[in-house]
């Protein structure tokens, strides 16, 4: 950070003809005077001379309260109360109050407030308030309050408020109010309001507000709300809504709401196709009957639900050829001994006919079948078990039936 404000400080002062000397004990900047091919109205019987009028070709003086305007360069000892403005640099030794206008930077020793616009770069030793505009980046030495915007980047310590950049925001201890990235939002601490990003939102401790990204969301602690197509924290207390979703350790009584739910705590609560805690049992099935001439799952059981997925030949007639399926399953059971379950189910199956629609039969169907199990452990890992239910089978196009009977299937439940 330090580096950067350096070297477009640099750039101010030899656009300007300057030089760089220690800081004194009076209030004074770290620059020195140089030339100055300008017209001002000063008054001189003030410490420092205040510039109330400047109009030239580059300037250096000591303060601006008023107006300066130069073709190349501006800058001031101290401080500028006022509208500065210039082709290439504005440079503030202390502080800028007003509106800073140039081509190329503006840069301020420590406190930018107003109104700030350049066509590459704005840099602020402490602090930014206001509204600061600049074609690359925003960078400041401590926060960003009020309203960044920027073609590549904002990098501050803080951000509070409004910031919106085309690549990244990137901050090293805390984002608050609305942040938009193009490609990432970074904060090294905590993120209390809302990330919104087309790539990766990452929040080095905690996340408090809304992560929001196209492809993932990263934070050490969740405590809000994570919405993208993967979603990861250590320990989620919130929401993650997405297609993956991960927390890898205990303590996290948070919900976790998409297709895959991973998590490490027994007390997670998980709404999705597959949950997966330190209890679930994954277990393969291999069965048969007047539905799925043959068929192999996979099923994901935990303390009273389960989920199944799985693929088979779907029956469609004798003289038929093969046609294939996939389905998947959720339902609930209960143990009536240590080794029988009773369950019931609600299962969906997409059918692809292949060359049965040479003759007469639709290209895809798909089916609902309700069924009610009774499951025997014959050993821990070894069981079998007899389904029985009804099933109604429809074309996807136009939505007619075309198929609705009583289904049976039996088969071992392995692992």
Request: with cysteine; net charge positive.
């Given at each position: 950070?330090?580096?950067t404000?350096?070297?477009?400080?640099?750039?101010?002062?030899?656009?300007?003809?300057t030089?760089?000397?220690?800081?004194?004990t009076?209030?004074?900047?770290?620059?020195?005077?140089?030339?100055?091919?300008?017209?001002?109205?000063?008054?001189k019987?003030k410490?420092?001379p205040?510039?109330y009028?400047?109009?030239?070709?580059?300037s250096n003086?000591?303060?601006?309260?008023?107006?300066?305007?130069?073709?190349?360069?501006?800058?001031?000892?101290?401080?500028?109360?006022?509208?500065?403005?210039?082709?290439?640099?504005?440079?503030?030794g202390?502080?800028?109050t007003?509106?800073q206008?140039?081509g190329?930077?503006?840069?301020?020793?420590?406190?930018?407030?107003?109104?700030?616009?350049?066509?590459?770069?704005?840099?602020?030793?402490?602090?930014?308030?206001?509204?600061?505009?600049?074609?690359?980046?925003?960078?400041?030495?401590?926060?960003?309050?009020?309203?960044?915007?920027?073609g590549?980047?904002?990098?501050?310590?803080?951000?509070?408020g409004?910031?919106?950049?085309g690549?990244?925001?990137?901050?090293?201890?805390?984002?608050?109010?609305?942040?938009?990235?193009?490609?990432?939002?970074?904060?090294?601490?905590?993120?209390?309001?809302?990330?919104?990003?087309?790539?990766?939102?990452?929040?080095?401790?905690?996340?408090?507000?809304?992560?929001l990204?196209g492809?993932?969301?990263?934070?050490?602690?969740?405590?809000?709300?994570?919405?993208a197509l993967?979603?990861?924290?250590?320990?989620?207390?919130?929401?993650?809504?997405?297609?993956?979703?991960?927390?890898?350790?205990?303590?996290?009584?948070?919900?976790?709401?998409?297709?895959?739910?991973?998590?490490?705590d027994?007390?997670?609560?998980?709404?999705?196709?597959?949950?997966?805690?330190?209890q679930?049992?994954?277990?393969?099935?291999?069965?048969?009957?007047?539905?799925?001439?043959?068929?192999?799952?996979?099923?994901?059981?935990?303390?009273?639900?389960?989920?199944?997925?799985?693929?088979?030949?779907?029956?469609?007639?004798?003289?038929?050829?093969?046609?294939?399926?996939?389905?998947?399953?959720?339902?609930?059971?209960?143990?009536?001994?240590?080794?029988?379950?009773?369950?019931?189910?609600?299962?969906?199956?997409?059918?692809?006919?292949?060359?049965?629609k040479?003759?007469?039969?639709?290209?895809?169907?798909?089916?609902?079948?309700?069924?009610?199990?009774?499951?025997?452990?014959?050993?821990?890992?070894?069981?079998?078990?007899?389904?029985?239910?009804?099933?109604?089978?429809?074309?996807?196009?136009?939505?007619?039936?075309?198929?609705?009977?009583?289904?049976?299937?039996?088969?071992?439940?392995?692992?």
């Amino acid at each position: 950070m330090k580096r950067t404000f350096i070297s477009a400080f640099l750039l101010g002062g030899i656009l300007a003809g300057t030089h760089l000397s220690a800081q004194e004990t009076k209030p004074a900047s770290a620059l020195k005077k140089g030339p100055n091919v300008s017209l001002n109205i000063t008054n001189k019987k003030k410490f420092p001379p205040r510039t109330y009028v400047n109009l030239g070709l580059f300037s250096n003086y000591s303060c601006l309260n008023g107006l300066g305007i130069n073709a190349i360069s501006s800058l001031q000892h101290y401080n500028s109360y006022g509208m500065q403005i210039s082709g290439f640099t504005n440079v503030s030794g202390l502080k800028s109050t007003g509106v800073q206008i140039s081509g190329i930077a503006n840069v301020t020793g420590k406190r930018a407030c107003g109104f700030i616009l350049s066509g590459l770069t704005n840099v602020t030793g402490t602090s930014a308030y206001g509204l600061s505009i600049a074609g690359l980046g925003n960078i400041s030495g401590g926060d960003i309050k009020g309203v960044g915007i920027a073609g590549l980047v904002n990098v501050s310590e803080d951000t509070r408020g409004l910031a919106i950049s085309g690549l990244a925001n990137v901050n090293k201890d805390i984002q608050a109010g609305l942040i938009i990235g193009g490609l990432m939002n970074v904060s090294g601490n905590s993120s209390r309001g809302v990330q919104l990003t087309s790539l990766l939102n990452v929040s080095g401790k905690s996340n408090q507000g809304w992560q929001l990204a196209g492809l993932g969301n990263v934070s050490v602690e969740n405590k809000g709300v994570q919405t993208a197509l993967l979603n990861y924290s250590v320990t989620n207390r919130g929401v993650q809504l997405g297609v993956g979703n991960v927390n890898t350790k205990n303590s996290s009584k948070g919900y976790q709401i998409g297709i895959v739910n991973v998590s490490t705590d027994s007390t997670a609560h998980q709404i999705g196709c597959i949950n997966l805690k330190p209890q679930t049992r994954v277990q393969m099935l291999i069965s048969g009957g007047n539905a799925n001439k043959a068929s192999l799952s996979i099923r994901f059981k935990n303390k009273y639900t389960y989920t199944q997925i799985g693929t088979g030949a779907y029956y469609l007639g004798v003289d038929n050829k093969l046609s294939v399926t996939g389905f998947y399953r959720a339902g609930v059971y209960h143990s009536l001994t240590d080794k029988l379950d009773l369950s019931a189910d609600l299962g969906y199956y997409h059918i692809e006919s292949l060359e049965n629609k040479h003759h007469g039969y639709p290209a895809r169907l798909y089916a609902i079948e309700p069924r009610i199990s009774l499951e025997y452990s014959l050993t821990k890992k070894f069981g079998l078990f007899l389904a029985g239910g009804y099933g109604w089978t429809r074309t996807y196009k136009g939505n007619q039936a075309f198929d609705k009977k009583m289904v049976i299937e039996a088969g071992m439940v392995l692992f």
